[in-house]
Structure formats: structure tokens, C-alpha cells
């Protein structure tokens, strides 16, 4: 069975073309980890947008990224569907990154192996290493 998430929708996790060719089978280009680790940040610090596309926003790349993103990498976790760009609506993102950092251990951090420091939007993924991870752009 597929993991689905519980607090957000496919379009608010793949770019437009991909979620309208792909649909529902969508959900198994995202790693589990990503979706169960986004679940639960949301569980922890409330309303957080990654894509924001389907509603007429900005945001169409925070999630999968494909070949034809101008963000794309072979190597981003992006590609692979283990990284997530979150914004929450109620918490600063800094907060919450150093919330992660502090005490990685909590049920809502988990999963996350991986930040990025010094950007404004909260990166997070699911790779493979040791936890947790830092790295600047």
C-alpha cells in the first residue's frame, strides 16, 4: 500500500505537469520518509505550504523537481522525492530549524536527516547519512 499524506494533497508536492500526467500514481515518486516527516511537522507547528501552484501561487518546484525545473540537480533530494521547502503560516522558520537541531529526537524530527541553513524557507530531506546533517547553499 502506498502512504498518502494525511495534511497535504499531491499537487501541493509535484509541479503541474507532473501531477496532472501521473495523478493518484504520483504518490510513489515521494519517499515515504518525506511524506510521514512532513506529516508530522505539520502535526507540531500547524499550516506550512511547500507548492502553492494549484491555488495560484509561486511556489511549483518546493517539492519533486524534474529535469525541466530551473532548480533541478541530479543530485538534489529534490529529484529523488526525499527534500521538502516548507513555510509555515504560525511559526518562524529559523524557530523550527533550530528546534530540529536542538532536539532531533522529538516525534516530529525524527525522520529528517538533513537542513539547510541560511535560506528563508525550512529544507528538510530524507537521505541516507547520519543524523542530522547541515549544509549551506
Known sequence: ???RCRHFQLHEL???DLYYARGDAGWQLLDERLLRAIDALRDWYGPMTINNWYWGGEREWSGLRTPDSPYYSETS???YGRA???LFADVPV???RTEILEHPDEPA???INSLELDVSWLHIDVRNCE???TYRP
Do not use: N, W
Open 94 to 96: 529559523e524557530m523550527v
Open 77 to 79: 533530494q529534490h529529484s
Open 14 to 16: 509535484l509541479p503541474p
Open 131 to 133: 543524523r542530522i546533517m
Open 84 to 86: 521538502a521547502d516548507c
Open 1 to 3: 500500500m502506498t502512504y
Open 109 to 111: 524530527h525524527k525522520r
